[in-house]
């Protein structure tokens, strides 16, 4: 006899809310030690500390690691207890935090910021497919749906707090600094993460044992967890999703370039200081909340369909390049709205494939595996795209980075169209 972890639906509704409401909080909170480089990118070029490409191969080594980790940090959430994953991934978030400060005090040099922040992102990525399962497993299903947009804000809540904190510590101590307090609030967010949801974890876990099988009776036991690679390849295939792996690769690449070098954008484009660029850069986060009104809307009232809303939001934001090219440089302002118009609109695309469209794996038992390999995808695509963005910017400007950006825009509306008529059966079944 064997005993196995199985985690259950609450059924307690005061738990569930305080749950959610734990996972939206420590979420955002999270970005704290995530885009705080984005946030000092601006005073870190500016300041002749590393050139632009160099700067930009930290950032690509947090993504690569990050969307690697995806992918093994979403089996892992599928079969161990989220509770601890979550706690040990902000915890040791701050820690990558702290230390990335102390070396950029000693002058360690690139190799060792990018070994630093390889590890911050591989530790940060086992915390949202491990969030995702909390949703699909954990919640009651009633809450399941409206849970998985909704936490998308966080997106919009953290960059702005981080973008803020980023502000007023460089104009207080400095952009080396911007790293030391995130850190620090990351430690506590750790423990107070961990003793908070204890209670609540004691809740939803129990062990049961089973009889151990053989590989027929295995097969055919309806109790196990379904994430093993052939049944999900299948799933994949049979849904269309293994499709969207590309316009997946075109959000992440679009949304995550604008992110991390918006600051950067203004400070070239209009000779502004780095403070003041990274304080207008909080602006896009609240415009960007937009994108998760947009993707309830075309959910809940118009298009009742994941890739359906995809499409359409991709071929709105290729408008927004269109408009950056003809009006973006006629005023700060203007180009900082249709830059946030873009994100919210790639932000609605992330809460379709990376958000709801795992959901519909979650009676498969491999709701988390699936949300780690689309974020895996996503955030190798982000580290390509920071550097390639900074390269690019550096030899031909920011009008042809936003090309680029219009012609993935494309691309992302013509799969997503693509893969529809395929998903809707998948879900009918």
Not at 234 to 255: D, N, Q, R, W, Y
Request: hydrophobic share 55%.
């Amino acid at each position: 006899m064997k005993k196995r972890l199985e985690i259950t639906a609450l059924t307690d509704k005061h738990s569930s809310r305080v749950l959610f409401l734990c996972c939206f909080c420590f979420y955002f909170l999270i970005y704290l030690g995530r885009l705080n480089y984005s946030a000092a990118l601006a005073g870190i070029t500016s300041s002749g500390f590393l050139e632009k490409d160099a700067a930009g191969l930290i950032s690509t080594s947090f993504f690569i690691c990050y969307g690697t980790g995806q992918f093994f940090s979403g089996f892992t959430a599928d079969r161990l207890s989220p509770f601890e994953l979550v706690a040990f991934g902000i915890l040791m978030a701050g820690g990558a935090n702290l230390l990335m400060y102390l070396s950029l005090k000693l002058g360690a040099g690139l190799g060792v910021y990018m070994a630093i922040w390889a590890v911050n992102g591989i530790v940060q990525s086992t915390v949202w497919p491990t969030m995702i399962r909390i949703i699909s497993n954990i919640l009651p299903e009633d809450m399941r749906v409206g849970a998985a947009v909704s936490i998308l804000a966080t997106t919009a809540v953290g960059t702005v707090l981080s973008y803020l904190l980023s502000t007023l510590v460089m104009s207080v101590a400095g952009w080396r600094e911007c790293f030391l307090v995130p850190g620090l609030i990351l430690a506590v967010a750790g423990v107070t993460w961990y003793l908070i949801t204890l209670p609540i974890s004691k809740k939803s876990r129990r062990y049961v044992e089973v009889l151990d099988m053989t590989v027929s009776e295995v097969k055919d036991d309806a109790t196990r967890p379904k994430g093993d690679l052939r049944r999900l390849l299948e799933l994949m295939i049979a849904s269309g999703v293994i499709i969207m792996f590309i316009p997946t690769a075109a959000m992440a690449i679009i949304k995550d370039g604008i992110t991390t070098w918006t600051p950067t954008i203004i400070t070239e484009q209009f000779m502004t200081k780095p403070e003041f660029a990274s304080l207008t850069s909080s602006l896009i986060p609240l415009i960007s909340l937009f994108g998760a009104v947009l993707s309830k809307l075309f959910m809940e009232k118009l298009l009742h369909d994941e890739l359906k809303s995809s499409a359409l939001m991709f071929g709105l934001a290729g408008l927004m390049f269109i408009l950056l090219f003809l009006v973006g440089s006629l005023n700060i302002f203007v180009m900082l709205v249709l830059l946030a118009l873009v994100i919210a609109l790639m932000l609605g695309v992330n809460t379709m494939v990376i958000s709801l469209v795992p959901l519909r794996f979650g009676k498969y038992g491999c709701s988390a595996t699936m949300t780690g390999i689309m974020n895996s995808i996503a955030g190798i695509s982000c580290g390509v795209s920071t550097y390639i963005a900074g390269l690019i910017s550096k030899i031909y400007g920011w009008d042809v980075v936003f090309g680029v950006f219009l012609g993935l825009c494309a691309v992302g509306l013509v799969l997503s169209l693509v893969v529809v008529r395929r998903w809707i059966r998948f879900k009918q079944k």
